[in-house]
């Protein structure tokens, strides 16, 4: 097993473009997140998904798009990338039968 | 407002000193989990707990659900125990993190 995978794992945007970051996993796990790490700020929570087609924002959805076709794929959309979006991107999965969660080794994002 | 409260922020020890770094939450919660995540590096879980106490080699868990608070113990440390110790808790479809505690072990 792959685990969970993330691609990029670094990343330059100018202000204003957008992209999307890439998330994967292969342990048919139902529950995925994603989180933006800042210095003194812990792991926050921008949007999870309980399963194919259920998503919802967190504590930081604000600049960010998601969706989630399958159970495998969770892509993290920046639509209009922000200096305050520079940040290290984590992104999460577990099964509610035993949740421990399983993380992508991130994507360090810089936005100029 | 924090859900989850972390302490010591950072720690310097030195190497075989025994460290405890707590953790203290205020909602309700199905587990509590210690992550470890080194320099530069991914996140990985250490223990998942929601009751009593759990040992892997040097490191020790326990929670008190009564006054929903958490320890992490390392025994005998070392310097590759250098990293940053975040608390978690899931309380059903999300997870609260803690700051993390930076630990630092000189040799």
């Known amino acids: 097993n792959a685990g969970v995978t993330q691609t990029p794992k670094f990343q330059v945007l100018k202000t204003g473009q957008s992209m999307t970051l890439q998330c994967a996993q292969d342990m048919n796990h139902e529950y995925m997140s994603w989180y933006r790490q800042d210095p003194g700020m812990g792991l926050r929570l921008i949007h999870y998904?309980?399963?194919?087609?259920?998503?919802d924002q967190g504590e930081v959805p604000n600049g960010y798009n998601v969706s989630r076709s399958t159970t495998e794929d969770f892509p993290l959309r920046l639509l209009s990338a922000a200096p305050s979006q520079t940040s290290v991107y984590f992104c999460?999965?577990?099964?509610?039968?035993?949740?421990?969660?399983?993380f992508g080794p991130g994507t360090r994002l810089t936005v100029t | 407002k924090n859900e989850v409260e972390q302490s010591p922020q950072n720690l310097t020890a030195q190497e075989g000193e025994f460290i405890t770094i707590n953790c203290s939450y205020s909602?309700?919660?199905?587990?509590l989990h210690w992550l470890q995540q080194h320099p530069g590096g991914g996140i990985v879980s250490l223990f998942m707990?929601?009751?009593g106490k759990k040992k892997h080699g040097r490191l020790i868990a326990t929670i008190n659900i009564q006054e929903k608070h958490s320890s992490l113990h390392i025994t005998a440390s070392h310097p590759r125990d250098s990293a940053v110790y975040i608390c978690a808790v899931n309380t059903g479809n999300q997870f609260y993190f803690g700051t993390g505690t930076s630990l630092t072990v000189i040799p």
């Open positions: 999460a999965s577990w099964t509610s039968g035993r949740p421990q969660q399983y």
């Open positions: 909602v309700g919660i199905s587990a």
């Open positions: 707990l929601s009751s």
């Open positions: 998904s309980v399963g194919a087609g259920i998503t």
